[in-house]
């Protein structure tokens, strides 16, 4: 009997494996969404707030352009495994020795280097789901897998140190990641499976790093995976720039509020948090929709379109609503619903590879870290400059750029013409079908 994951493509194999991803992204994202104004309220510049986040996108960069190439070479697990210890080991030294000594290039240096541990665990996995899962329900399982995500580090990483904070303060909330993270490494040790192939195996040192310079030079080599890695980029900005930016301008005094913040730092929070909640339905629903109708089109108007119009929603909803609970709401509503409407990135990547699976996953994990390096990067260089209305307008003009660049891609897929349309002959000759490659549930 199939099972209700099962439908969605998901090996029973694999369940496990979401619910450690889930968990472990909840320590994670423990601090994202008040870490800024923390940071400025010990004395710090908004330019060293912002850049401390860009600095932990840009080493998680680096830890996604190595994932997929090492989880492909010496097995998912081992790399999962390296990458929490990794990063429960670094969380302790960011907080036990770098916050409070205030010294700025040693907090900068060990939440940098705790960047690199979440990338290894996440998406390590990814390829986990490639070898298991048949190519043609993969967007589907890839929904649930930022689904998974999305619960851990936007709704829990967002409502729990909401609730947490008003009763014990700022610094001590930081502590409640590490159970979280401990978990999601214990649960990855006992029930996550192994690679069905460990390429390392009879590969000299010199193979070794060539297969992993190759997550990188396909960008070079190969100008779809390119586009692809590009829209990938672009498709997160707000998830890692929001952060930055929003306490800054939402919670602290401002001119145009009267010289008072427009919410609270706990209602910015909770704001934030319906993003990830949206995004857990949306995520599947956006994996099971685009298997089904067609990869690039949504992504283009429900994803590229939709973002352009939330990016600058959120700056302008206090400036013509006030302090508006409700509209900032449907505000987060809309960035959630945008960012799920890139599921189908990885397997267009996968099948543009023409067999060089790793690097093409290695090549998207690298560009879903730029965007954590992104995200803030711009925050950083323009918030003095141009303001929080010009970082807004910047992230606008991006996602008609990834627009224009959805025209440029379109993969073979299952059922759909060269065009993106679908064949009605193949349509029908699916139903009922049991195969599980095949279109039909």
């Not at 029973?12 to 601090?31: P, S």
């Not at 940098?112 to 589907?140: K, N």
């Not at 590490?178 to 590969?203: M, Q």
């Not at 829209?231 to 919670?251: A, S, T």
Request: charge should be positive; charged fraction near 10%; hydrophobic fraction near 55%.
């Amino acid at each position: 009997m199939i099972t209700f994951f099962e439908r969605f493509g998901i090996p029973r194999m694999l369940l496990l494996g979401f619910l450690a991803v889930a968990i472990f992204m909840t320590g994670d994202g423990f601090e994202l969404t008040f870490l800024t104004k923390f940071m400025v309220d010990q004395g710090f510049g908004e330019t060293q707030a912002s850049l401390l986040i860009t600095v932990y996108g840009l080493f998680a960069a680096l830890g996604g352009w190595c994932a997929g190439v090492l989880a492909e070479m010496f097995g998912a697990k081992r790399i999962m495994m390296f990458g929490a210890c990794w990063w429960i080991g670094i969380h302790l030294l960011f907080l036990g020795v770098a916050i409070p000594s205030g010294i700025y290039p040693l907090i900068l240096c060990t939440y940098a280097l705790r960047g690199i541990g979440y990338p290894l665990f996440i998406y390590s996995f990814v390829v986990l789901m490639a070898q298991h899962i048949p190519p043609a329900r993969l967007a589907s399982a890839t929904g649930f897998f930022w689904t998974c995500f999305s619960l851990g580090i936007g709704v829990f990483g967002a409502y729990l140190p909401s609730f947490i904070m008003p009763k014990v303060g700022e610094y001590p909330t930081f502590w409640y990641a590490l159970p979280f993270s401990i978990i999601g490494a214990i649960i990855c040790f006992f029930f996550v499976p192994r690679n069905k192939v460990v390429k390392a195996e009879g590969l000299t040192r010199k193979e070794q790093f060539a297969e992993l310079a190759e997550g990188a030079s396909i960008l070079v080599t190969n100008p779809k995976i390119l586009i692809c890695a590009v829209i990938r980029i672009v498709n997160n900005l707000l998830l890692y720039g929001f952060p930055v930016i929003m306490p800054l301008y939402l919670c602290r005094p401002n001119a145009e509020n009267g010289g008072h913040p427009f919410f609270e730092t706990t209602q910015w929070m909770q704001i934030w948090g319906f993003v990830f909640v949206v995004t857990l339905v949306f995520n599947t629903f956006w994996g099971w929709f685009m298997d089904r109708f067609g990869w690039v089109w949504p992504m283009r108007w429900f994803g590229c379109a939709v973002l352009a119009v939330g990016s600058v929603a959120f700056y302008y909803v206090p400036q013509w609503f006030g302090a508006n609970v409700m509209m900032m709401i449907v505000a987060a509503i809309i960035v959630g619903i945008g960012t799920c409407a890139f599921s189908s990135l990885p397997t267009i990547m996968t099948l543009y590879a023409n067999g060089k699976q790793g690097a093409a996953l290695s090549a998207y994990n690298l560009a879903a870290g730029l965007t954590t390096f992104a995200g803030p990067g711009i925050a950083t260089l323009l918030m003095e400059r141009t303001g929080y209305v010009g970082v807004c307008w910047t992230y606008a003009g991006l996602y008609v750029l990834a627009f224009v660049l959805t025209l440029f891609i379109r993969p073979k897929q299952f059922g759909f013409d060269e065009k993106g349309h679908r064949i009605k002959t193949a349509n029908v000759a699916s139903k009922g079908s049991t195969d599980p490659a095949g279109v039909a549930a």
